[in-house]
């Protein structure tokens, strides 16, 4: 097994990444073929896709991989790209030769590795590329996608094997490339109730028992470590949602046909897929996609997904079959606002 990566869960508190077994398996498969496509995994906001990249960094550099880790939403440079040392001259040259200093990240990337297949003789060479979408605009996602279909198919010199992966929690992306089969589409969800319950046990501090962190969360990581911050305070938690997500505005933009649907998707989100057929309903489920509250979660064969699926149907944790609240605790957060719509 793979070193683990040492993470930053909240501030002061570093976890080795945990679980995610069957993900990292379907990395170690890739690393021994390479990617035809480039590989796109979409994910809940805070479902751990930046988590599961910079372990599989770890992963395809003991497979003999040369990394390049690229996160333009990152604040820091310093996290924002991330390289092997095999890299290190040739990235200092590229960034030397940028015709302007301020290139997207993305793009940076994208001639770090053109480059480095054209320095090195045949190298194994992956891309990880984190929340790129939302970085470049939705404009530019075919555009850049096609580039990087490009590099796999028409490099500029000989290599051994090349890996992509793109994660992104923009839902809307997907529309974008549904049209084109220019990638691999797989998706991620929360962590599976066992990989939840061994991150929870390695939090310290007094904790109000797995089942209230599993209830409200449904085993997205980011909102636990929120939880934790907040000292385990249910109601200041949903109000750093409200604020957050800006659910005040966005329940302020919906008409009386969007609220009634609302509630009903409160309880059941196939609702949602019962009035696509309606303007109105189409409206709802794009804007509830948009906020990051809700996914679809349209089918549930394994090999769609990087590690477990959801459950096919889970009440409690508000999934449906074809659609799923992205964590429980946002149908809470909403519940508060609709209280006061009529
Ligand atoms: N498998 C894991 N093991 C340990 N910590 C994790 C794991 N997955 C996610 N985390 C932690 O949970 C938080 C959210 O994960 P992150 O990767 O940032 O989510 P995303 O990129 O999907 O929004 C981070 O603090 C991250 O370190
Ligand atoms: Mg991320």
């Not at 599993?214 to 109000?239: E, H, S």
């Not at 948009?290 to 699926?309: M, T």
Request: proline residues 5%; neutral net charge; hydrophobic residues 40%.
């Amino acid at each position: 097994m793979a070193r683990r990566v040492r993470l930053e869960f909240a501030p002061g508190v570093i976890l080795e990444f945990v679980n995610r077994d069957r993900g990292l398996d379907f990395v170690s498969r890739l690393a021994e073929k390479g990617t035809r496509l480039p590989f796109v995994v979409y994910g809940p906001e805070g479902c751990g896709k930046t988590a599961f990249l910079k372990q599989a960094m770890l992963l395809l550099e003991e497979h003999g991989y040369s990394v390049v880790y690229a996160s333009p939403l990152q604040r820091e440079a310093r996290e924002a790209l991330v390289y092997s040392s095999s890299l290190r001259d040739i990235i200092r040259e590229v960034l030397h030769a940028l015709p302007e200093p301020y290139s997207s990240i993305a793009d940076v990337a994208l001639r770090i590795a053109s480059y480095a297949i054209r320095r090195l003789s045949k190298p194994r060479l992956a891309l990880l590329l984190d929340d790129v979408f939302q970085a470049i605009g939705l404009e530019r996602i075919e555009a850049y996608v096609k580039s990087l279909l490009n590099l796999i198919e028409h490099p500029p010199s000989d290599y051994d094997r090349i890996v992509v992966i793109v994660a992104s929690s923009e839902g809307l992306s997907r529309e974008r490339l549904a049209r084109h089969a220019w990638t691999s589409t797989r998706m991620m969800w929360n962590m599976s109730r066992d990989g939840f319950q061994e991150l929870y046990g390695r939090l310290p501090g007094p904790k109000p028992g797995f089942e209230q962190a599993w209830r409200a969360t449904g085993g997205n990581p980011r909102l636990l470590a929120k939880f934790y911050q907040v000292g385990w305070d249910m109601g200041v938690l949903i109000d750093e949602i409200v604020e957050e997500k800006e659910l005040v505005r966005l329940v302020g933009m919906l008409g009386g046909d969007e609220i009634r649907l609302l509630r009903d998707a409160l309880v059941d989100p196939d609702v949602l897929l019962e009035h696509l057929s309606l303007e109105w309903g189409r409206r709802l489920e794009r804007l509830l996609i948009e906020y990051n509250l809700v996914a679809r979660v349209y089918r549930r064969s394994e090999h769609l997904w990087v590690d477990e699926p959801p459950p096919r149907r889970d009440e409690e944790l508000g999934i449906g079959e074809f659609y799923a609240w992205q964590a429980p605790i946002y149908r809470d957060a909403l519940k508060t606002l609709i209280g006061m719509r009529r």
